[in-house]
């Protein structure tokens, strides 16, 4: 069992900067590729990054893709997600996840093993 705690979320002004933390439970965070997903009202979830387990691999949404960086600390059992030059198409609910599969397997959703409460990233014009 793994348990997500998100953290880092607000309300920024567009050309902002947020750094989003995930802390994870458990003994075995090296194991999971970590992601972010987002959801904005009235639309699905929809992926944002993930880090595979060693972080030295990522991929990133197209629609973030230069602005936003995935990472993780193995040692300290958490992932990072730092949003530069944040827009307001980028407000939604954040969410971590933890999955056993590959990065294509976070990237598609394949049916992610656990997620997080969500933060609530607000950006205004």
């Known amino acids: 069992q793994v348990q997500l705690v998100e953290s880092g979320g607000g309300l920024v002004q567009a050309g902002g900067s947020l750094r989003l933390s995930c802390a994870a439970s458990?003994?075995?965070?090296?194991?999971?590729?970590m992601g972010w997903f987002r959801q904005a009202p009235g639309k699905e979830r929809e992926f944002v990054a993930a880090?595979?387990?060693?972080?030295?691999?990522?991929n990133i949404a197209d629609s973030v893709k230069g602005r936003f960086t995935i990472s993780r600390d193995n040692a300290k059992n958490t992932v990072y997600l730092q949003m530069n030059n944040l827009k307001p198409e980028d407000t939604a609910a954040y969410y971590c996840?933890?999955?056993?599969?590959?990065?294509?397997?976070?990237?598609?959703?394949?049916?992610?093993?656990?997620w997080g409460q969500g933060t609530q990233v607000t950006v205004s014009s």
């Open positions: 996840a933890a999955d056993r599969r590959t990065i294509l397997g976070v990237v598609n959703n394949l049916g992610i093993d656990y």
């Open positions: 458990g003994r075995t965070f090296s194991a999971y590729t």
């Open positions: 880090v595979g387990w060693s972080g030295r691999n990522t």
